[in-house]
């Protein structure tokens, strides 16, 4: 029992330290991964700028001084 556990955690240890290193990879970004970052950045932007408006007229119509309308029972528009 002894020696499976051994040889078990030797293998562990290597095979670890094998799956850790990253090889000859070719350093950078690809064209495709640039263009879906670029069109992830663009989805944010377009729905960002809308928010933005609807959140500032929101807080205009919350923070501005207006009389409250009320309509009398009888009268005309």
Known sequence: M???SI???SLLGTVSSALASGGNE???LGLLTILF???AAFVVLFQLVPGVRLLGGML???FTASE???LKIGSKL
């Open 2 to 4: 002894k020696t499976i």
């Open 7 to 9: 040889t078990v955690l």
């Open 26 to 28: 070719a350093g950078g």
């Open 37 to 39: 970052l670029a069109f």
């Open 60 to 62: 205009k119509d919350i």
């Open 68 to 70: 409250k309308k009320t």
